[in-house]
């Protein structure tokens, strides 16, 4: 089974969108075999617009859909943990409400993991223009410091796209609670022994609301966060599984 999970805030104009899409692209799966079911998970991170009330609608319309509501706000990072622990199925894909690559590249992914035998399929944007010049700089940034401290390099590290089998999921134990969640993911799962490998999809910047990831509290937390775990994630090695 196939789990799809958004982190959602104040995402009222992109629910409906974000899930029709998952929907369509699993349907697909299904039909070709590549899956045999799937759910899609909302985790509402304590919302102050109609996203936890429209996700319960889209839940009471379809059984494989179902929702996480969190009582206070728990940013990326805790809404990531979330989503992970609410999953069910083999395979696990988390990304943004905002769909930042079309769905129908999920397809590519699921295929890529079987035939590479992969244990996570991270992508990276193609073409980063359309973010503005201001946060393609802080990406090349961060990754590189990424690269330098942990020696992890992947072309785009907090890109939202992250296939994951679930023998990640229940050997990775995650702390942070903000962005740097998705570095986070990927260097304890590569230095577990996991293979990670990439794909390049094409980028589309949100059309509406607001995105705070290039904010400098944003940016504030996932520099404090990336030193107070630097210890530990160095020191985590493979065992046997």
């Avoid at 943004?96 to 992969?118: G, K, N, S």
């Avoid at 290039?214 to 030193?227: D, P």
Wanted: aromatic share 8%; charged share 25%; proline share 2%.
């Amino acid at each position: 089974m196939l789990s799809i999970f958004f982190p959602m805030w104040n995402e009222e104009q992109y629910i409906h969108k974000a899930v029709r899409a998952a929907q369509e692209t699993c349907d697909r799966l299904v039909a070709e075999n590549e899956i045999g079911d799937y759910e899609i998970i909302v985790v509402d991170d304590a919302s102050t617009d109609r996203t936890g009330e429209l996700a319960d609608a889209l839940a009471a319309a379809d059984s494989r859909v179902r929702v996480v509501h969190h009582p206070v706000n728990r940013k990326l990072g805790g809404s990531i943990k979330s989503g992970f622990e609410a999953a069910k199925g083999d395979l696990v894909l988390y990304t943004d409400a905002d769909l930042p690559f079309e769905m129908i590249e999920l397809v590519r992914a699921v295929r890529v993991l079987r035939t590479y035998e992969a244990d996570i399929v991270s992508a990276y944007r193609l073409d980063r223009t359309g973010e503005g010049p201001r946060r393609a700089v802080y990406s090349w940034v961060y990754n590189g410091l990424i690269h330098t401290m942990f020696g992890t390099r992947l072309r785009d590290i907090n890109f939202a796209f992250k296939l994951c089998r679930r023998e990640v999921l229940d050997r990775v134990h995650l702390a942070s609670e903000g962005s740097f969640i998705d570095a986070e993911l990927i260097i304890r799962a590569q230095r577990s022994g996991f293979q990670v490998v990439q794909i390049g999809v094409d980028y589309f910047p949100r059309t509406r609301g607001v995105s705070t990831l290039s904010s400098i509290g944003v940016i504030r937390t996932m520099l404090r966060e990336m030193w107070a775990l630097r210890g530990d994630l160095r020191s985590v090695t493979p065992d046997a599984r």
